[in-house]
């Protein structure tokens, strides 16, 4: 079988295959499913960061959701207060989110596991209170709106039309570059990090340096989504950026496949589609006695985490990698070793 | 009948295996020593016999067959096992661990009087009841354990390497303390050793490993005498 | 003064809420150095069905509490035994988002089956203000106070006295040795559960007549508890209580004399995790290292 551009045909089919449903989803969907798929593109980006962090470094953390804070408040302060263009400020929230993310990667580095995570989900718990608590800034309760945004040169696209294209877009980037830092020595740093830190050391690959900065790319990418959120929703509060939001993330990161980046696509189809089958289970009656299950994903999602952990503790994306290699193995009886989707992609 | 018998067990620790294919059998009343170098799989058998290592073969302690019985369950047919290393519970006191052996026991009256016997095999031990564990020396922590397993009244006692790290002169006060135990309170004992000599002077019987299989056995008598397997399996 | 001495006695009072949540959170963790994430929402499940017990059949306060005390224990018992013994062995970080996983089922469980309309809940302390000296104590804060200590002296009585105890002391530090020793180490853990729930439950009923009941309530307090653990040493049953305690007087005191303190009570409690982690991660009365054999 010939490769071509040194790539498996039956990939290269999928990714065009690929390429032709996302470019044309939002010409077939309505409104509210392109809506939603632009959705699961913010949450892509925030998962490629969790993931870079958890996955990749193996720093478990429980509060990126304050990391989205930070990126969306920074988007909605500037466009709100100062009348930035909204798609500028999108890497400004980068670079915000990113040096808290830096800075609260210092006193991490000295927590490992169950502390790091007890330290985050704190974190997490305190946010929307800070967040009320400044209001002079962040419009307190009531939030901040903001102007809706518009396709760009007139395009004929609907707002949600080109929404998605921006957010799908962005992922797609995101994607790329953190494709690119797995595959770097920086990747590898992260890699043997997670592995052993004192190999790691012994080594010489420094702990602080690397930690730190898997700290700070996460939280930029988290700090992308929370500014895309801001401008998809055209507004912003205290309220979404609670625990909710961190466990939300979590969970996708954990089912999608921690430690393969294209996990964050399953766990963010995941996180924003299953609350909307849950939705409609519980319309088509689905129930318990007289208990509806409309609006309530979180049972699915917590008996998901579980199941997932037990039977495929590397996610959806460890289940197609292991369906890769089967298939591989299927095609390739009679040939050498083919270097297939190695794990770390 | 033996008391306890091991028929080809095979034992591994995931992909490596340790034994392959022990055959043994120990007497009611008798002390059983097992030689060995390092690594020739003594731990392993006893690890076998208290179901603590996965493994394929038979293992029949008192005609039941235990070969799949869980630790649990071993411990209380009256089997107890000194391992490796102790297992001193170190944070608890000399008092507790002695109780944690009686733990399987429902007679009070029967408990009391064996902490009466083994108080009378090591002095020290009222004196010291609440004394951590963990700060006993060596040779208390060894003579602990060994106590804690009699507070099991067990019928087979598992003793692995009891020697090990201890002076010269603590070790022939425990093995004597060994020899009194079999011959006072009739405890049937297998004794895991690397020194070979100490333990053949207080067993009947022997049984010397090499490379997970028995390749000697016999009395204790008859492996003495013989110079050829002194020198080349029991190193001295 | 009094102003100051006022705020001290009603933050023992919160105290107490929080060191028992907390006491819960260090059974956990001495039986398997695991922290359970999701003890505040078993705690809230727990809360709820005493509500349903009290509220449609009818039960006093007091029997419903018992109930709900021994059903939270199977409940305890059920989840180690179903969920967390097939995890047995994995890192403790598997274990860690499997109690996520927990977290976010029993909340959503709660709101699946009560709703997330605030309930008022009726406990079995009077809401009445005595006067001693000056000072004025509610007598649903003695109340807390004094089941709180009855708890900590109940557990105390059970480890150090009792076989059931030991043998659970023995087997979450040994697990190996106990097994030889005839100790059946699941069950003790299932046992460390059960526990762990009652005193969750009691947690959850001592805190409900103060806030209202919905499936929300727990989240901020675990948040202290889990500062009041860490302070205490998060081994130690006593540090649970003292640091508790020490986290209830903070927080009142930053609520009333810092600006806006009110709102930043959670970062404060952050802050108190994060301090104690870094400076002295044993806490108060932890001890430095465990050896496990």
Not at chain 1, 177 to 196: E, Q, Y
Not at chain 2, 150 to 179: H, K, N, T, Y
Not at chain 3, 32 to 45: S, V, Y
Request: glycine share 12%.
């Amino acid at each position: 079988m010939k490769r071509l551009l040194g790539v498996r045909p039956e990939l290269l089919g999928l990714a065009v295959v690929g390429s032709i449903v996302l470019i044309g989803l939002p010409t077939v969907t309505n409104q509210f499913f392109t809506f939603e798929f632009a959705k699961v593109a913010i949450f892509v980006c925030a998962l490629l960061g969790l993931n870079l962090l958890t996955g990749y470094s193996g720093q478990i953390s429980l509060g990126n959701g304050a990391f989205m804070a930070v990126g969306g408040y920074t988007t909605a302060i500037l466009v709100h207060a100062i009348g930035v263009p909204y798609w500028l400020t999108i890497p400004l929230a980068a670079v915000v989110a990113g040096a808290a993310g830096l800075l609260i990667g210092i006193p991490a580095l000295r927590l490992s596991g169950v502390y790091l995570a007890l330290a985050t989900f704190a974190l997490a718990l305190s946010i929307p209170p800070i967040l009320n608590h400044f209001d002079t800034f962040t419009g307190g309760h009531g939030g901040i709106v903001m102007p809706p945004v518009m396709a760009p040169f007139g395009l004929d696209l609907s707002q949600e039309q080109w929404l998605y294209y921006l957010c799908t877009g962005i992922a797609i980037l995101l994607f790329a570059f953190a494709w690119g830092v797995v595959r770097s020595r920086t990747g590898r740093a992260f890699m043997a990090i997670r592995d052993s830190e004192t190999a790691a050391t012994a080594s010489g690959v420094s702990l602080a340096y690397y930690k730190t900065l898997a700290f700070g790319l996460s939280a930029a990418y988290a700090g992308v989504a929370g500014s895309l959120l801001a401008i998809v929703t055209s507004f912003i509060n205290p309220d979404s950026f609670g625990l909710g939001l961190s466990l939300t993330l979590l969970v996708g990161v954990v089912i999608g496949g921690l430690g393969l980046n294209f996990g964050a696509v399953p766990g963010g189809l995941l996180v924003v589609w299953l609350p909307y089958f849950a939705e409609k289970a519980g319309e088509a009656g689905l129930h318990i006695g007289s208990l509806s299950f409309a609006g309530k994903p979180d049972i699915f999602f917590g008996a998901a985490l579980i199941l997932i952990m037990l039977f495929a503790p590397n996610g959806a994306a460890g289940l197609l990698v292991r369906g890769w290699r089967w298939y591989l193995s299927f095609r390739t009886a009679t040939r050498l070793p083919v270097a297939g989707p190695v794990a770390g992609r | 009948m033996a008391l306890l018998e091991l028929n080809e067990v095979v034992a591994a620790y995931g992909p490596i295996t340790a034994l392959h294919g022990v055959s043994l059998k120990v007497d009611a009343g008798g002390v059983v020593a097992l030689l060995g170098a390092n690594g020739a799989g003594k731990t392993t058998t006893l690890r076998a016999i208290s179901g603590t290592v996965q493994k394929t073969g038979k293992v029949m302690f008192d005609g039941h067959d235990i070969s799949k019985s869980a630790p649990e369950q071993i411990a209380k047919l009256g089997i107890g096992h000194v391992p490796e290393g102790r297992g001193t519970l170190g944070q608890l006191t000399v008092w507790e661990n002695l109780q944690m052996g009686a733990y399987t026991r429902r007679d009070k009256t029967g408990v009391k009087a064996d902490y009466d016997r083994v108080c009378g095999y090591f002095a020290w031990i009222p004196a010291r009841r609440t004394q951590v564990a963990a700060t006993l020396s060596g040779g208390e922590q060894q003579m602990l354990a060994i106590g804690r397993a009699l507070m099991m009244r067990p019928r087979l006692l598992l003793l692995d390497e009891p020697s090990l790290g201890l002076a010269p002169i603590v070790v022939q006060e425990i093995f004597r303390i060994i020899r009194a135990i079999n011959e006072q309170d009739k405890v049937t004992i297998l004794v895991v050793e690397q020194n070979a000599s100490i333990a053949l002077q207080a067993a009947g019987q022997a049984y010397v490993l090499e490379v997970g299989r028995v390749a000697i056995s016999g009395t204790s008598a008859e492996l003495q005498k013989d110079e050829a397997i002194r020198r080349s399996y029991l190193g001295y | 003064m009094t102003a100051f001495a006022q705020q001290v006695i009603s933050g023992i009072a919160t105290g107490c809420i929080y060191a028992s949540l907390a006491l819960a959170l260090v059974l956990i963790y001495r039986a398997m150095d695991l922290a359970n994430f999701a003890q505040g929402e078993m705690a809230t499940f727990s809360t709820f069905i005493s509500y349903s017990l009290i509220e449609y059949w009818h039960l006093d306060f007091w029997p419903a509490f018992v109930i709900t005390i021994v059903l939270s224990f199977a409940l305890g018992v059920a989840i180690e035994r179903v969920v967390i013994r097939p995890f047995e062995g994995k890192p403790v970080l598997t274990l860690l988002i499997v109690t996520l996983g927990l977290f976010t089922v029993f909340n959503g469980l709660t709101g699946l089956i009560w709703g997330y309309v605030f309930k008022t809940y009726r406990g079995g302390f009077p809401s009445v203000p005595v006067q001693f000296g000056g000072l004025y104590l509610n007598v649903q804060d003695i109340g807390v106070l004094g089941v709180v200590l009855v708890m900590l002296l109940l557990l105390y009585l059970f480890f150090s006295r009792t076989k059931a105890g030991l043998a659970m002391r023995a087997a979450s530090l040994y697990p190996d040795s106990s097994r030889l020793l005839g100790v059946r180490v699941g069950w003790m853990l299932a046992l460390g559960w059960g526990l762990a729930a009652s005193v969750g439950a009691v947690s959850g009923m001592l805190v409900a007549p103060i806030i209202y009941l919905d499936p929300n309530m727990m989240q901020s307090i675990l948040l202290f508890a889990f500062a009041a653990a860490v302070l205490g040493g998060i081994e130690s049953p006593v540090g649970a209580v003292v640091g508790g305690v020490t986290i209830g007087v903070l927080m009142a005191l930053v609520g009333t004399y810092i600006p806006g303190g009110q709102d930043l009570r959670l970062a404060f409690g952050l802050i108190v995790i994060v301090v104690v982690l870094l400076v002295r991660p044993a806490g108060l009365f932890g001890r430095a290292a465990v050896r496990r054999v």
